[in-house]
């Protein structure tokens, strides 16, 4: 007999991860079913938020997925190096699939590639047909011609050093290293005394990095700090979207009905690309919701989206600063401006919730890029008028 599920979760990445989870704690007694392509849940990730993002609630629920956490970070720039005093925290896509197949099982399948998907079927490589209440597609970030976008590319080695490294909090951005086409900087969260990972990070114009340059970038700045590594235990790399502008009902018009979620939601930080605030939101949006049906979930989806795209015309007006304004090899200017203001308008600005006075005080000042440019990119709201070197 065909098992038909209430809900059922088309990738099991971070979002749709969070969801299943935030599912089983609030409604246990639904059908749900997890399909993913890889052999396990999570992929090859570490997951970082900052704890002024989440509310102590979301806290509290999320806290068996989180791996480290540190009290604070430093970020460095040529002429800045500060301390930012609030936690940050990791979530280990290991920890994420250990935590989350124990809990759910019996609702996972891995190795499911999805070849079609509707609002409430789908059909897997090897012909078999799954029904259910209402799907949630989850496989990632989709390209779309209604979106115009920046990216932010990047290769991350963890590895183990033949000696203590001494570094006690994270060091979210150190720009002081030599600028490439775009902004660049090394992210390094100790995750033990003698562990690292160490991030090379680059905000460029197209979706594709250098992996072996990046690598090589990694064991020179490990070098310079005389970090000797001993081995490198794990690597990711990933390519996250920068929003400059876009037509926000063009790009919901194409998903047509269909209940998204994470990235493929366009639920993420404009400047950053990080989503996992905005996987928490909807994961608790979701198990709260009193109607499940396909219908309901995507308009519950699309009200998120079409709410945050506009809590984020400000972040989307600074990824134009930040790409389109002066030369790329002095953007780091705009990032170490901004690390010269207020700590509490920087937790806001991470968690994508700044106040009007906030906005003002960013933009205030000389600005770090020529001014005639800087209006420019302001006025590029169409992304179909953005040209940048792709
Ligand atoms: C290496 C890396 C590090 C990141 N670090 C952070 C961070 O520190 N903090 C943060 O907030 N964000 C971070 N991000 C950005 C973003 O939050 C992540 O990309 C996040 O995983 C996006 O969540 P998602 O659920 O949309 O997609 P994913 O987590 O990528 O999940 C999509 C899932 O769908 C599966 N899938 C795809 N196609 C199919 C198919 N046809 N059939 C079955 N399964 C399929 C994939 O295998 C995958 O598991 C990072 C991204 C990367 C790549």
Known sequence: MTV?????????????????????????????????????????????????????????????????????????FPER????????????????????????????????????????????????VLEAGAVIDGRGAQSSPHLALGYQGFVGQEVRLSRPHGLTEPILMDASVEQGQGYRFVYVLPFSADTLLIEDTHYVDGPVIDAAR????????????????????????????????????????????????????GLFHPTTGYSLPHAVRLAERIASAPDLSAAALARIVALEAEREWRRQGFFRLLNRMLFLAGKPGDRWKVMQRFYGLQAGLISRFYAGRLTPLDKLRIVSGKPPVPLGQAIRAAGLTQPRKIRISA
Do not use: C
Request: overall charge neutral; aromatic content about 8%; proline content about 4%.
């Open 214 to 265: 990046l690598r090589g970038n990694i064991s020179a700045y490990a070098q310079a700090r005389g970090w000797s590594t001993v081995e490198v235990l794990r690597e990711e790399q990933g390519v996250l979207p920068i929003t400059l502008a876009g037509d926000l009902s063009a790009f919901w018009h194409d998903h047509a009905g269909q209940p998204v979620s994470g990235l493929r939601a």
């Open 4 to 76: 038909r599920y209430d809900v059922m979760l088309a990738g099991a990445g971070l979002a749709n991860g969070l969801i299943a989870w935030r599912l089983h704690q609030q409604r246990p007694d639904l059908k749900v079913l997890l399909l993913e392509q890889g052999d396990r849940l999570g992929g090859n990730h570490t997951w970082s938020f900052h704890e002024a993002d989440l509310t102590p609630a979301q806290h509290a629920w999320l806290a068996p997925l989180v791996s480290h956490r540190w009290d604070g970070y430093q970020v460095i």
């Open 81 to 128: 190096r500060r301390r930012l005093p609030g936690g940050y925290m990791s979530i280990a896509a290991h920890d994420f699939a250990r935590v989350l197949s124990r809990t759910l099982a019996g609702q996972v399948r891995t190795g499911a590639r999805i070849t079609q998907l509707t609002p409430t079927s789908v059909t897997l490589e090897d012909g078999e």
